[in-house]
């Protein structure tokens, strides 16, 4: 079975200051596994996804995410810290072989505080 | 091309009433999935649906809940005799496939359904 475990429930940084959101997956087949984050009363924003392609995975916003396959981790990270960074982070895999976006199985979440 | 649109944002039922929550795909999006948020929680996965047939309802409740996406018209979640336990904030993806290429799921910015 799929399952995705966000190491640390509440992140605080300093602006300018890097970031590290730390995920854990478990999966029986080669996974697909995103990261997406929540602005407070706002929808979902996909911010990368990993496919079995490069490990390292270039996103939005400055982020990035490495695939390590052998610590079956995908920690997102971001060099410098910006206010608007500040949102609820959400590690996900595919609950599906085929690595499709039906039933997404989504982390508990780690919400990020910037402080100035 | 307007996103997933998902209406009524905020909704308000009193114990036994039945809710009805509607979601817009994107335009020439078929698949159309259901997830629940539940406070401090991460989102789960409810229902996968495309043009009049359910794929995937695994992760609904077995009663009181059903979902349905007709061949016109938005996709509803229809929560029936409503209870306290369903406050939760729903919310509605779409994409044009399943695939995990070149493809991503859209969500809406949920409605936020409160029992009282």
């Known amino acids: 079975a799929q399952s995705v475990t966000q190491l640390d429930s509440h992140v605080s ?71 608007s960074d500040a949102a609820e982070y959400f590690c996900v895999v595919s609950g599906s072989p085929s690595g499709g976006y039906n039933k997404l199985i989504f982390g508990a979440g780690t919400r990020l505080a910037v402080h100035p | ?30 698949h159309v999935y259901w997830y629940r948020q539940l406070p401090e929680e991460g989102l789960k996965f409810m229902v996968y649906l495309q043009k009049e047939n359910i794929i995937d309802e695994s992760g609904m409740p077995k009663e009181r809940f059903s979902a349905e996406f007709p061949k016109e018209g938005p996709s509803i979640l229809r929560i029936q005799q409503v209870v306290r336990g369903d406050s939760a904030a729903y919310f509605c993806a779409s994409s ?19 029992v009282v």
């Open chain 1, 13 to 83: 940084v300093s602006e300018g200051t890097p970031v590290l959101l730390r995920c854990n997956y478990s999966s029986s087949y080669s996974p697909s596994l995103f990261w997406y984050v929540q602005h407070p009363n706002k929808g979902l924003q996909l911010l990368l996804k990993y496919t079995s392609a490069a490990t390292l995975v270039k996103g939005i916003n400055g982020f990035e995410a490495e695939f390590k396959k052998s610590e079956t981790s995908f920690h997102l990270t971001k060099p410098s810290a910006h206010m």
């Open chain 2, 1 to 30: 091309n307007a996103g997933v649109m998902q209406n009524p944002r905020h909704l308000v039922r009193r114990r036994g009433q039945e809710a009805r929550l509607r979601c817009s795909p994107m335009k020439g999006h078929s």
């Open chain 2, 96 to 114: 044009p496939a399943t695939s995990r290429v070149n493809t991503e799921a859209f969500f809406g910015q949920g409605t936020r359904l409160t």
